[in-house]
């Protein structure tokens, strides 16, 4: 793409051709048509009476049939608690909203309207919904929600949700807190990959700046609230953020920026002043900021009653406050009572020409454009068969873990070598105390008594006297108290205390037997007065419904793993107190934010999960002999992996070639089990290192019978689908925790025989696939480290960008061939997307077969050590291809003792052998005690490949999960493939005629014709590195396996 010239616009198709399907009709009908076209047909039909239609948002009790026709009314919403019938089911929503729908599609233009709702903590208004723990909860460890909520959203017919909050609170007085992530805007920029969650993941070809929504399953989201909000004096709500500019740019507006980024459709309003001047009536940052600097194309919308509050006191002036919200770039108002007034109003003030067409037009624009993105004109009315998804029992355990995820542990024993946690579950009996203990959902007191031991008395008093604590000789007690419920300005707070009688069943309580007190809180509350009375004190901020995931830590199934996301202060008269004000009496403050205690007393630190990977991955590799080490650094093919030779050699990685397997057509458990007996032979070793298992896996899990096989990486570059995650979740079904996944070449000539495993020729469709990683390897936290590797859970996998670096830019396009081109080249087009692989934590790096300039890759010290893991900080292993280092020398093989010197020596941490492991550690030993080789480079190798393991939870999940054997090639997975194919296709003729096209083809002819020797052919259909290594032929319909000689990766 980047050559064009002359020549090149006689290529047949050019990057990015589709042709057009059908001739014109009405172009804002037509689905076919692009957005832009469809919004400029639509609003040139459109009233002044049909557009100020559109910018009105009425609630729900107002939107009769007679109105939503007579005003043309856009957009409806329920404000909090407003729903169709006490304990409304989904289908209560549904027919509710069906109704609506109906009416307005009735109008002259059948515009579709837009329903509303707040989400913020999943879908909060509903009866039975999964209620996930509140943002401040979140920011502790993040859990991506989104898709989960979106889901149940749309459960209930409704296509937008009021969220994320994106503030950051600078200050706990303020009754929103609980709604920010964290203080500290690095945190709350993370947490905007909520959106992609909500809205779904960015298409390849995805226009900068515009609103974007995946499908039926997802919703349009909502940053809000913009800006500064968090960020008012004295915490109090609604009030006036005294900031510059530099300050409110560097603090509160960047999540903005990554929402924007994200394809955010909409942007709510603050009901805050900036330096006085009221968010709702703010020109300068709505318009010109916002709009104009930033570039944002979705619509801005007030928030309740926004217009109504610019004036003091409210609606004092009603025309003004219509004047200045619409002219200062609001193009949706939330009524959403009178809208008669406003719609009269604004009516008027257009007529007057106060406010012009254009300010108008810009308004209505950037609505049908959201419509348009949504789908609405396509698929206006709810999907009944989504009902069954609230509160389905995936999404309660996703909050439970989001629970578990979110706890932070503040002091953990009055001695610490004595901690109290985690709790016996087998103890004689045992108290929980408190207000919060037992109220909404799965209570933390249900959670206790379904946790312990039957034999484990659990008594509940909520605020016991001290002669009844004494007199019962408790084991333990579990003291959980906190803040009442409150939203908005009712949680405006100037003491933060907990309320009576939470201090005094503290002091009683503690004073008597051994405790651990839970708080349950929106934001840090004054605790110092009784901390030292507490054995224990754990943080778990607004859990939810899901209290399950509280016991389950207390009790140690699952370790802490949060970090407070805010500073915790020990008296008020120190706030405004933050982290980007840390100073000396910063340092007086209770627990600075990250702060999080140890659970246990040192003991063997590599086996402790609490520990940072940093230090065990030190207290490991000091412990380790030199044989230990190189064994880490060995990877081997399976059929050699005897007991015996992963014992004495202390291998650390196995692998399957391509088509290697267990046994024909083998079954996931049959994986599982092979697994198991090797992992088993490396855990009984004397350390006990768990050995990873990598597998091809580059369009599905490929090797494996019956797996879904999605496109390859060719089609997935004409219009991409997310099939990370699937792919992770069918690779961890057999065990395997690596995948040698994605491929992230760019491939400069179809010539080159792997030209299909490139998603595009041009580096930026690429670079936007390393989004695949994610899919792989989970979400990154928010307390991410800059270039680690990163693995989030069970169910992923550890990812591999490859081929480091130019094998898609070889001469002729020939394979392991070389690639001339200057460093410049280089690093414009083929280098891009290792950037952006290194961004999402991807945990290893394979190098290529090729050269660059002459110079074998498995040699460059210049771009493997120096480049790569130097310039570039990448913290992950760099591993070698198949046999990679053999072909240092040319014939292959020829000065093996060379190539082992130029290949560890250039930075290559694990080098796959895969056969003669004995020749490749006897060498690479030899060389290591001659001192060619410096002990610094093998314990570099060996900490990145201890790093990937403890990232990856090897050493507490070293086993197979049996559980997930049915997820191989599951339903679901199989759907996605077929919309990945449906998605992939590229239309490049339709016709000899334009106005006669043949497609669609007619499902009712009398006599068809297929033909060709693709067409019933399976093995033809999947490509290479399918089953096989070269793939097979015939109509493998659940997948097929042969005896074929390995070969390489």
Known sequence: MATWHAPMLRSLFLLWWAASIHAEYLKYKDPNQPVEVRVKDLLNRMTLAEKIGQMTQIERKNASDQVLKDYFIGSILSGGGSVPAPQASAKDWMNMINQF????????????MIYGIDAVHGHNNVYNATIFPHNIGLGATRQRIGIATALEVRATGVPYAFAPCIAVCRDPRWGRCYESYSEDHNIVQ????????????LPTNYTKNFPYVSGKNNVAACAKHFVGDGGTQNGINENNTIIDLEGLLSIHMPAYYD??????????????????????????????FLKRKLGFKGFVISDWQGIDRITSPPDANYTYSVQMSINAGIDMVMVPFDYAGFINTLTSLVKKKVISMNRIDDAVRRILRVKFVMGLFENPLPDFSLADQIGKEEHRELAREAVRKSLVLLKNGKDSHKPLLPLSKKAGKILVAGSHADNLGTTILEAIRSTVDPSTSVVFSENPDADFVKSNHFSYAIVVVGEPPYAETAGDSLNLTIPEPGPTTIRTVCGVVKCVVVVVSGRPVVIEPYLSVMDALVAAWLPGSEGQGVADVLYGDYGFTGKLPRTWFKSVEQLPMNMATWHAPMLRSLFLLWWAASIHAEYLKYKDPNQPVEVR????????????????????ERKNA?????????????LSGGGSVPAPQASAKDWMNMINQFQSSCLSTRLGIPMIYGIDAVHGHNNVYNATIFPHNIGLGATRQRIGIA???????????????????VCRDPRWGRCYESYSEDHNIVQAMTQMILGLQGDLPTNYTKNFPYVSGKNNVAACAKHFVGDGGTQNGINENNTIIDLEGLLSIHMPAYYDAIAKGVSTVMVSYSSWNGVKMHANRRLVNNFLKRKLGFKGFVISDWQGIDRIT?????????????SINAGIDMVMVPFDYAGFINTLTSLVKKKVISMNRIDDAVRRILR?????????????????????????????AREAVRKSLVLLKNGKDSHKPLLPLSKKAGKILVAGSHADNLGYQCGGWTIEWQGSSGRITGGMSKNTPFSPL
């Open 259 to 288: 929402a924007i980024a994200k394809g955010v459709s909409t942007v709510m309003v603050s009901y805050s002043s900036w330096n006085g001047v009221k968010m709702h009536a703010n020109r300068r940052l709505v318009n010109n």
């Open 890 to 902: 040319s014939p292959p093989d020829a000065n093996y003792t060379y190539s082992v010197q130029m």
């Open 948 to 976: 990937v393991k403890f990232v990856m939870g090897l050493f507490e999940n070293p086993l197979p999960d049996f559980s997930l054997a049915d997820q191989i090639g599951k339903e679901e997975h199989r759907e996605l």
């Open 190 to 201: 993370a947490m905007t990959q909520m959106i992609l969650g909500l809205q779904g993941d």
């Open 101 to 112: 729908q109906s009416s307005c599609l009735s109008t002259r233009l059948g515009i579709p």
């Open 727 to 745: 792919t992770a979740l069918e690779v961890r079904a057999t065990g395997v925790p690596y995948a040698f996944a994605p491929c992230i070449a």
């Open 617 to 636: 991955v030190k207290d490991l590799l000091n412990r380790m002999t030199l044989a230990e080490k190189i064994g880490q650094m060995t990877q081997i």
């Open 642 to 654: 005897s007991d015996q030779v992963l014992k004495d050699y202390f291998i650390g990685n196995i």
